[in-house]
């Protein structure tokens, strides 16, 4: 009987560890956003970015790998980030520019920024077979290192296999869009044929945008971040959440990554909640001489 309470005791601390894990957040430290989700990415969960190409899907992984991988006294996870680089937009250049500016007292250490940039581990599986191999070694890493974040940019690419396993830490995926008058053309399977013809919408007038993913990945989301243009405008948009309600916050593109323009979100009604605008943006951005895919 003595042994059946305190393996029972055992198993109600073990589930209370694993809740107060999962409970945690990856703070983006854009404070209106953060807010809204009640302290920032979601451990246990699937957050998706979804937006049109050059909107800055790519920048905001970027700032949420090295926020990931900075010390706990600086606000980050003090880990490791695996970041699934399927489009080859990876730039630690640019990661090392965001963390310049962003923290100063920090990467103006000797050594640090080689130090933070190698906590990043980059994988660019060029096939869907690849990406599967791929998730077997993240798993043991999982295991064998403090592995904190997992990125994979862009999903949209690779729309199988299961994520359940990586449920100990914060998962975020990119998903692009494509034209909705297309919708008998794409079928949200992997062709590399084409990819770019069928999912980036590179237009700038302002069409009706749909995730490229159908309904069943949507469902599977938990948090889904939609990042869009409207009147020369950048806006980001908590437009699924079980603890927030929809809201936009106008953002610009700076060196030191994503800046919220006002931490006071625009509260969101109908169908502006999941519609994607794409209006008069520009899909290249220029620091230091160096043009970035967002």
């Not at 992984?61 to 990931?68: F, G, I, R, T, Y």
């Not at 869009?177 to 053309?185: G, L, N, T, W």
């Not at 929809?246 to 919220?260: E, H, M, Q, V, W």
Request: aromatic share 6%; proline share 4%.
């Amino acid at each position: 009987m003595s042994n059946f309470v305190s393996f029972q005791a055992l198993s109600l601390m073990e589930l209370r560890v694993q809740n107060e894990h999962l409970a945690g957040h990856l703070p983006t430290h854009m404070k209106g956003l953060d807010e809204a989700l009640c302290g920032g990415i979601p451990f246990g969960v699937l957050t998706e970015l979804v937006g049109p190409a050059g909107i800055g899907k790519t920048q905001f992984c970027l700032k949420l790998s090295l926020l990931a991988s900075l010390p706990a006294s600086y606000g980050g996870l003090d880990g490791h980030v695996i970041y699934i680089d399927v489009e080859s937009k990876f730039s630690s250049r640019r990661l090392i520019e965001i963390g310049v500016k962003s923290f100063p007292e920090i990467f103006h250490r000797k050594g640090m920024a080689q130090e933070m940039a190698g906590r990043i581990h980059v994988l660019r599986p060029a096939s869907l077979s690849e990406f599967t191999e791929s998730l077997q070694q993240i798993k043991i890493s999982l295991l064998q290192n403090q592995v904190k974040l997992l990125v994979i940019d862009s999903m949209a690419a690779l729309v199988t296999g299961s994520l359940a396993e990586f449920s100990r830490i914060p998962v975020v995926v990119t998903n692009q869009v494509r034209s909705q008058s297309r919708d008998e053309i794409c079928h949200y399977y992997f062709q590399v044929q084409s990819w770019n013809e069928t999912i980036e919408d590179r237009t700038r007038h302002d069409s009706h945008l749909v995730a490229a993913l159908g309904i069943n990945w949507a469902h599977a989301v938990t948090i889904r971040l939609v990042l869009e243009a409207k009147s020369d405008q950048r806006f980001i948009k908590v437009a699924k959440s079980p603890i927030s309600p929809p809201l936009a916050f106008p953002f610009n593109i700076t060196s030191s990554g994503i800046l919220l323009l006002s931490d006071d979100g625009i509260e969101l009604t109908g169908p502006d909640i999941n519609a994607i605008h794409c209006q008069g943006h520009n899909d290249i951005i220029n620091f230091g001489g160096e043009s970035l895919q967002c």
